[in-house]
């Protein structure tokens, strides 16, 4: 559409191998293993500009068993995949978690810091938008644990990156419709949270100087203020 190639691609910010990949068990572990090795070095033949994720849910496998129990269940360990040893591959930029309400991997960002010393990204934050007694949103509480969180460990430059939200809609795209799935201007105190997080990363990472090119319709305040 753009007749840029995908290689050159300012809009492209990184390739996933696969979403979600698992095999049929734990012993399926070393093909896995060595298709993630494979593929990756292949793109990165391709494409040197762009990072390279895998995809991974963020489960630790049968080789790391001393972190299972933070495994949303026991057959999360039986599908092959391992966080640890899948994110250690040299080609793989940075690590990649699916973070629903019963699986929140905090224990993922140290491993990023003290094993694997690469970012983590969140590459999909979940929770239902049911209310609580409170009239508060789930939604939102859980969003804002998991934006605090990292912005806590952004801020220090340790391995916490960033989070994007399963899944953000815009109108008329009915059939995406998920449990999951808003669009993020129909809910404001979402879309507040989205907008302020977005504002104090950039804060954090982007000069003043650097930022006055930004300044049109911009949503952030002045970083100097």
């Known amino acids: 559409m753009t007749g840029v190639r995908f ?19 734990g012993s399926s572990a070393p093909l896995l293993q060595s298709w993630i090795t494979e593929m990756a ?27 299972n129990a933070v495994n949303p269940g026991d057959w999360a360990s039986s599908l092959g995949t391992d966080f640890l040893n899948n994110s250690a591959i040299h080609n793989i930029d940075f690590a990649s978690v699916h973070a629903y309400p019963d699986s929140c991997g905090w224990i993922h960002i140290r491993d990023g810091d003290d094993i694997l010393k690469k970012p983590v990204l969140f590459t999909e934050v979940v929770s239902s938008s049911q209310q609580n007694q409170q009239g508060s949103y789930q939604r939102d ?23 994007l939200i399963w899944q ?49 319709n911009d949503p952030c305040p002045s970083i100097g203020s």
């Open 7 to 25: 290689f050159d691609e300012l809009a492209i910010f990184a390739w996933e191998l696969m979403n979600e990949p698992r095999g049929e068990s």
């Open 41 to 67: 070095a292949y793109i990165k033949s391709l494409d040197q500009r762009h990072l390279v994720t895998i995809g991974v849910e963020g489960f630790y496998g049968l080789q790391t068993q001393e972190k």
């Open 141 to 163: 509480i859980f969003l804002k644990m998991v934006y605090d969180k990292i912005y806590e460990s952004s801020k220090k430059r340790q391995a916490g990156a960033g989070a």
């Open 168 to 216: 953000l809609l815009v109108d008329d795209m009915q059939g995406y419709v998920d449990q999951f799935s808003f669009v993020a201007w129909n809910h404001l105190s979402t879309y507040k949270l989205i907008i302020e997080q977005s504002c104090r990363l950039r804060r954090t990472f982007v000069k003043e100087e650097t930022n006055r090119k930004y300044r049109h």
